[in-house]
Nanobody, 127 residues
Framework: QVQLVESGGGSAQAGGSLRLSCAAS????????MGWFRQAPGKEREAVAA????????YYADSVKGRFTISKDNAKNTVYLQMNNLKPEDTAVYYC????????????????????WGQGTQVTVSS
């Protein structure tokens, strides 16, 4: 069983930056693909960014391309989400997720592909 612990959420003004971190309790092949999802009030959870292993492939939602960057430190079993130029519409609970990478080098962007989930961290962006 892999536990994921997110940190780094909080409040920011529009145009500001936040960095989310998600540490996995241990490295296993079941956690070497990781991603970030978010859920705003009244909306469905959506994929924000995902990474294949150490970065062989990444995925970004159109709404965050050019503003968010996902990265992974394999030595620390930790994935990061650097969020720049934040917008009020980025306000949501952000969830970290992990799963086994498949043979196809492709970041996983769908919820059903993930085995483990963090508890979520709130990000609030004010205008």
């Amino acid at each position: 069983q892999v536990q994921l612990v997110e940190s780094g959420g909080g409040s920011a003004q529009a145009g500001g930056s936040l960095r989310l971190s998600c540490a996995a309790s241990a490295y296993t092949p079941n956690s070497n693909c990781m991603g970030w999802f978010r859920q705003a009030p009244g909306k469905e959870r959506e994929a924000v960014a995902a990474i294949y292993q150490g970065g062989l492939n990444t995925y970004y939602a159109d709404s965050v391309k050019g503003r968010f960057t996902i990265s992974k430190d394999n030595a620390k079993n930790t994935v990061y989400l650097q969020m720049n130029n934040l917008k009020p519409e980025d306000t949501a609970v952000y969830y970290c997720a992990a799963t086994r990478c498949g043979a196809v080098v492709a970041a996983k962007r769908f919820e059903h592909e993930y085995m483990y989930w963090g508890q979520g961290t709130q990000v609030t962006v004010s205008s």
